[in-house]
């Protein structure tokens, strides 16, 4: 079945440190490909998203490719902020799917 | 437009209770998603509806839970009675339609403690 893998956490940066948060997938067909934030205390909430191979969704500084040769989608940021402080996930929908699929997270703590 | 609102936050209960956990939809969306978030099992979708139908349970644990859409923009997730496991994060989240360009929005979640 479809499942999604993410690096183990916690990842401890100072500010303005470079970010990289590895997620890798396993899904038949071509799936959607999510990152979602989740503030202390908050729902989720969608970072960005890319639905086919190659593309590159960005938001707020943050960039992922959608890479179908390695089954990867990689979350970076050049410069993070205390701001960014969060647990994120990566997650898929699987191309006949609907639901949301999620690895189980990764949370990052940006000290000043 | 308001998001998607769960209640309530906190629910703090003992074993054998009845708990119901409450979520309205954003107003025009007809997908409604209930995940439950553990330290163990991570994010799991319990069930999800189409146009107030559900279309897959697979996910709910067994018959103690049960979940209804009894109009367009509410849903209750119940649990009877409710057991030490069940104790997690719930979250409800709406989207516009089904398929993978139909972005998800959660609601803060409901933290449910069963003593």
């Known amino acids: 079945g479809n499942s999604v893998t993410q690096m183990e956490g916690p990842v401890t940066l100072s500010e303005e440190a470079f970010l990289t948060i590895n997620c890798t997938y396993t899904a038949t067909g071509y799936p959607s490909l999510f990152w979602y934030v989740q503030y202390p205390g908050e729902g989720l909430q969608l970072l960005l998203k890319?639905?086919?191979?190659?593309d590159k969704g960005s938001n707020k500084g943050f960039e992922a490719t959608y890479r179908k040769e390695t089954t990867s989608f990689h979350l970076e940021k050049g410069s993070v902020q205390v701001s960014d402080s969060a647990v994120y996930f990566c997650a898929l929908i699987g191309q006949a799917g609907t639901a949301l699929i999620f690895g189980k997270g990764t949370t990052l703590s940006v000290s000043s | 437009d308001a998001g998607v609102i769960q209640s309530p936050r906190h629910e703090v209960t003992e074993m054998g209770q009845e708990v119901t956990l409450r979520c309205k939809l954003i107003?025009?969306?007809?997908?409604l998603f209930w995940y439950r978030q553990t330290m163990m099992r991570g994010l799991e979708l319990l069930i999800y509806?189409?146009?107030?139908?559900?279309?897959?349970d697979s996910g709910m644990p067994e018959d103690r839970f049960s979940a209804k859409m009894p109009n367009a923009s509410f849903s209750t997730l119940k649990i009877q009675p409710s057991e030490p496991r069940d104790s997690a994060v719930y979250f409800c989240?709406?989207?516009?339609?089904?398929?993978?360009?139909?972005?998800?929005?959660f609601g803060a979640g409901t933290r449910l403690s069963v003593l």
């Open positions: 509806f189409n146009n107030n139908v559900p279309i897959d």
């Open positions: 890319a639905t086919k191979a190659d």
């Open positions: 989240a709406s989207s516009l339609g089904t398929g993978d360009s139909n972005i998800q929005y």
């Open positions: 107003s025009g969306h007809n997908s």
